[in-house]
T-cell receptor, first 113, second 111 residues
Framework: GQNIDQPTEMTATEGAIVQINCTYQ??????LFWYQQHAGEAPTFLSY????GLEEKGRFSSFLSRSKGYSYLLLKELQMKDSASYLC??????????????FGAGTRLAVHP | DVKVTQSSRYLVKRTGEKVFLECVQD?????MFWYRQDPGLGLRLIYF???????EKGDIPEGYSVSREKKERFSLILESASTNQTSMYLC??????????FGPGTRLTVL
């Protein structure tokens, strides 16, 4: 089966750091994605990990451990505009030649002044 | 700038009606996807297509069909809408091996 778990809700303070965890159990693994989705809007791509380790992109970093089936998204210097849902997704290959994403239910982050 | 557009932002239909949701991308992507998004369940894949006239079932294809006659257009069809198909429908496209770009979504209500 395919299972991706992430916390439902988190709160944090403006200027702080927050870590959103994601654990997965999937049939196959071709990479892990993080998307940001503001209320009423489309998800937008944030980061991609396929090898173990940390990928840094400005205020956002994402970490992957394939042996543990674990990833996290780290958001630094939080701003009010970071209040959004954060979606963890694992890419799997149901058949040779093409891929699809399996999404977690998303983590709703609220940033307070 | 990459763009995925969907024909409607909001749609209200009656039970039993046939519903067409249209998606168009202007990035020459070979892959296109239809998801539905429900609270607490996240995005679930309905159907996807990796080429013109090709389609594959996703995780929840029951009650839906799709059509891809041109590379840029992927249509989702609800043959006979039911109340449990009330949801947010999101279309996405991608190049193979790359991240997916999402459209703005269609919020469908079936009465």
């Amino acid at each position: 089966g395919q299972n991706i778990d992430q916390p439902t809700e988190m709160t944090a303070t403006e200027g702080a750091i927050v870590q959103i965890n994601c654990t997965y159990q999937t049939s196959g693994f071709n990479g892990l994605f993080w998307y940001q989705q503001h209320a009423g809007e489309a998800p937008t791509f944030l980061s991609y990990n396929v090898l173990d380790g940390l990928e840094e992109k400005g205020r956002f970093s994402s970490f992957l451990s394939r042996s543990k089936g674990y990833s996290y998204l780290l958001l630094k210097e939080l701003q009010m505009k970071d209040s959004a849902s954060y979606l963890c997704a694992v890419r799997v290959a149901p058949r040779r030649g093409y891929n699809k994403l399996i999404f977690g239910a998303g983590t709703r982050l609220a940033v307070h002044p | 700038d990459v763009k995925v557009t969907q024909s409607s932002r909001y749609l209200v239909k009656r039970t039993g009606e046939k519903v067409f949701l249209e998606c168009v991308q202007d990035m020459d992507h070979e892959n296109m996807f239809w998801y539905r998004q429900d609270p607490g369940l996240g995005l679930r894949l309905i159907y996807f297509s990796y080429d013109v006239k090709m389609k594959e079932k996703g995780d929840i294809p029951e009650g839906y069909s799709v059509s891809r006659e041109k590379k840029e257009r992927f249509s989702l069809i609800l043959e006979s809408a039911s109340t449990n198909q009330t949801s947010m429908y999101l279309c996405a496209s991608s190049l193979e091996g790359h991240s997916e770009f999402f459209g703005p979504g269609t919020r469908l209500t079936v009465l």
